[in-house]
């Protein structure tokens, strides 16, 4: 029987757990994020630390270890440790947590990740890509448990497009752990450029990066009067900044939005006819400008995807939810997904079966 | 909790079993292809009908209730009937089989087909979308059976492009029934007009029907001799004409091929980067091709998936089958697959889970 590509059975989360805890750590570029969670009380406490990524990954590790045995130090006096959980940038090959090369992280290529926690710590570690343990914190703490629905793929759109997939409750981690890499799904074929070494992908142009991007592009034509008069004021500007453009009328802003809308439709529609999910989540930094990308993204898909088009929610099925109905929504733990997901990892999944 | 999108759990194919025996048919525009199936002694007899479209559906579903009745007459008295599995053509709504307006199949739209089935035989029937079948079929029976591989995505090649993804053994079968639907991967986006309604869909790109468009077009342009002189000779030149005009070595008709390996390419690369499985098989009539689309084909996935440049199999991964691989390979079982995989229905899934 060849590597599973899921566990074996879906879990199931049992929220009147009150006896044990977990604690889950979120490994960004920019900061470690660290929780002990309990499933009936929640978050009990949480850290944040800058990474010290330019010390190299020696003193992140070191850091890293530090936080969680911190963690384990204060709540293991009330509550017994159920396991540790880690969401890491990708791409990170399962079970063993193998970092590859990644343009954040520079010198982390190579970098076991699990096997170093574990002999640092003693005690086992669960690995998981961030966009997929984002994808479960939403699936069991966020829209998927308003909704009751635990079945959905989540877009994550940050400094690039992350992916994740549950099915049943569970992660579809692929057969190493590279499964939902949805920013990376074809939308232009002759398209632009991608970190990952492809070109026309999905995330360079549903990417904060692509934001910023595509205001530089608008500006160096000269015809882009306002969003020229926002990089001359703040040469930094985010893509906050173009969203508030866009919201006070000025076109090309606008349109910077609805072509991202567009990209994330055409993306969305592969995925929605590969998998016929009941919930896609969009989540990250960018879903603050839903309301200017969500009209183009609906529009393209509509377009491609019949089986949007043959489970399109009406408004009412919007209101309540009815089952069998495609729902596109947002994602609604915003920054905390990713250590809350790092924190279920010991609660819903087999460390055995990662082994 | 939501309606399931696969099956509760990964299901065992008990290969000792011959006491039990189950009926299998493959619903198609052309043929009725019907079977009798114990897992131990295989396909025990098979029976094809031509499906009398023209003359509606009732008579299409007394044929179908006939051809079941008559193998349950013939095998139930040495084996215990387990029960009755379909393949339809999609789009198919699951579980109860309502079939959704097909271009092959006038006057279809609206059939239940599972409670019109169930009502004149008087027993469960399971109803699968054929493309899915068919890629149950080479899990169990076919490639994935000969590498030991129990999760895949399958492309059948046909008059148009069918998919089907088993997870573990399990048919993904998404919310309604309209998972695996990767014919219609956006390839390129502002392409071709799908029969979907979509534009830019694989379909049109590497279907049988889209070789024979590819070679017309060819000849309109007027420099292509070779096409022209097939065309000229039998206007109905199928693809496999088209074909062994590109074994011989003509320009025109090789560049069709080389089109459609990219095509398939760039679709496998966004089901690659979302599902991350041990293997994928192209199947259907235009397998015999292979030698002029694959090169393309594997040239386009390498461009454009990191998650394929990671783990594409070495020349010897590709004789001993090493694990953690990602196989882009034939599937096995040709024309069978479909019935075989309606056959195989009943022994791999719980009927009561599909209510």
Redesign the interface.
């Known amino acids: 029987?060849?590597?599973?590509?899921?566990r074996?059975?879906?879990p199931v989360f049992d929220r009147t757990i009150s006896d044990e805890f977990s604690v889950g750590v979120d490994f960004g570029g920019t900061n470690l994020r660290f929780a002990a969670y309990s499933p009936k009380d929640g978050v009990l406490e949480s850290v944040t630390l800058p990474s010290r990524v330019k010390d190299g990954r020696d003193a992140v590790v070191a850091d890293m270890c530090a936080g969680i045995r911190d963690l384990i130090a204060r709540h293991s006096k009330s509550r017994k440790l159920k396991g540790i959980g880690m969401g890491s940038p990708g791409?990170i090959?399962l079970p063993g947590g193998l970092l590859?090369d990644l343009p954040n992280l520079p010198g982390f290529g190579g970098l076991e990740l699990r096997a170093t926690l574990e002999k640092n710590l003693g005690t086992a570690v669960i690995i998981e890509n961030d966009a997929n343990a984002a994808a479960l914190a939403e699936c069991f703490l966020g829209r998927g448990k308003t909704?009751?629905?635990?079945?959905l793929c989540m877009m994550t759109l940050g400094t690039g497009v992350g992916?994740g997939?549950i099915?049943?409750g569970n992660i579809?981690?692929?057969?190493?752990?590279?499964?939902?890499?949805?920013g990376?799904?074809?939308?232009?074929?002759d398209g632009l450029r991608c970190g990952?070494?492809?070109?026309?992908?999905t995330e360079p142009y549903a990417s904060a990066t692509s934001v910023r991007r595509a205001a530089k592009d608008a500006i160096a034509t000269g015809t882009a009067p306002g969003l020229a008069a926002l990089a001359a004021k703040n040469p930094d500007f985010t893509p906050r900044d173009v969203g508030l453009l866009a919201e006070a009328g000025d076109a090309d802003a606008i349109r910077i939005f609805e072509n991202l809308g567009q990209a994330l439709g055409?993306a969305l529609?592969?995925?929605v006819?590969?998998?016929?999910?009941?919930l896609y989540l969009i989540g990250g930094g960018l879903l603050n400008a839903w309301d200017l990308f969500a009209p183009a993204l609906f529009k393209e898909l509509r377009?491609?995807?019949?089986?949007y088009?043959?489970?399109e929610p009406s408004a009412e099925d919007l209101r309540t939810h009815r089952?069998?109905k495609?729902y596109i929504e947002k994602a609604e733990l915003g920054g905390d997904a990713g250590f809350l997901g790092a924190c279920l990892l010991p609660f819903t999944t087999w460390p055995e079966a990662r082994r």
Chains 1, 2 share one sequence.
């Open positions: 029987v060849s590597r599973p590509v899921m074996a059975a879906a791409p090959e590859h909704l009751g629905i635990d079945s992916g997939i099915l049943q579809l981690d692929g057969m190493n752990g590279f499964a939902g890499e949805v990376h799904v074809n939308i232009w074929t990952c070494g492809g070109h026309g992908c055409i529609s592969a995925i006819n590969t998998l016929n999910l009941p377009s491609r995807s019949y089986i088009r043959l489970t089952e069998g495609t």
